[in-house]
């Protein structure tokens, strides 16, 4: 393995040709990433009958000031957890840390189905939930992150974020639609319940894993997180990918929060339902840009997330000056577009070139 600190930057090499092509297939069959694909995907659509959940029974308890703090709850986590997730990543074992994870998750969510069903779930047990769920999550992502090359091969792990962005993406939309349905028959705490029972389906999927140890000549000393900064220095394009991929994704959550529902109510003569069109629309965006990658190798992949993003520039810009539903959907298609490719990218370009020793510290550096 080369040594981090020295190793040829991607600008300095010579053009390459896309690596070799991992068809989805061949990734499926692969018995760990299968494992893990499954793992990912069922939780995804648990979370999205909890979100609904989560949300709705936020409002019945505080109205929008409930909702808003159950927002923050379920975004500070990330800030405050994530670089500590990438450094524990290194220093313990990736499998374990996936698997306590989702079984602290699923703990969480237990007490308050209980709750629910009994008729007595107060608002700050919300915000606890959501809190701690981010938290763990801010533990698995470096974990699931930094296994993947493992699991995938590094000429794979393109075509293995596609797919599982993809996979979530489409599982998310179709997960909301039905949850939104099975309202009208079963109460609300019963999707907690469900989304409970999916971590714990993927944490008894993810404990086949191996135990992904490293070697021990790789450290002699514990694992620091400024390594996961000096790591990135022969790098420069990755360093501005990932600078970049916090940047944006951090103005795209204040935009889609409250810039958008702004514009549908004030510019769309809209409510809720052309709200959800244009949320439909960003996923779909998102899942189709997924599905190409998952298929297209990209070689440079730095570079390349560095162009997705530039795709934000209409995508906006035909959001900002929409006064037509069918505009604002183009928008928020292509804004989808953009994040969902410059996000597979990003992570990928990171997977593919920093050294499995040093892999969670970076990982946690995309996630906090």
Known sequence: MADPL?????EARPPALPPPRAGVAALLRRPGFGRVYLAVVTSELGDAFQYIALMWAALLAG???????????????????????????????????????????????????????????PLWALVVAAFVLTTCASYFDPAYGAVLPALAGREGVQAANALVRASADALWLGGSALAAALLAFVPLSAFFALNAGSFLLSALLLSGLPSFARPAHE????????????????????????????????????????????????????????FSLLIVAY??????????????????????????????????????????????????????????????????????????????????????
């Open 6 to 10: 020295t190793a040829e930057p991607e």
């Open 63 to 121: 109205g929008p000031l409930g909702v808003i703090a159950v927002r923050l709850a379920d975004s500070l986590p990330a800030l405050v957890f994530g670089f500590h997730g990438g450094l524990l990543a290194d220093r313990a074992g990736r499998r374990r840390l996936m698997v306590g994870a989702d079984l602290v998750r699923a703990a969480a969510l237990v007490p308050v189905a209980v709750a629910g069903l009994t008729g007595s779930l």
């Open 219 to 274: 450290e002699t000393e514990p694992p620091r997180l400024r390594e996961g900064f000096t790591v990135l220095r022969p790098y420069p394009w990755l360093v501005a990918a990932v600078g970049c991929l916090g940047v944006a994704v951090t103005i795209s959550s204040g935009t889609w929060i409250v810039g958008v529902p702004q514009l549908v109510r004030h510019a769309l003569d809209g409510g809720a339902g052309r």
């Open 283 to 368: 996923a779909l965006g998102s899942i189709g840009v997924g599905a190409l990658l998952a298929r297209r190798p990209v070689a440079r992949k730095a570079r390349a997330s560095l162009l997705a993003w530039s795709g934000y520039l209409p995508a906006y810009a035909l959001l900002a000056l929409a006064h037509t539903l069918g505009l604002a959907l183009l928008g928020a298609l292509a804004a989808g577009a953009a994040q969902g490719a410059a996000l597979v990218l990003t992570i990928s370009a990171v997977q593919s070139e920093i050294p499995d020793s040093h892999l969670g510290r970076v990982t946690g550096l995309e996630h906090g």
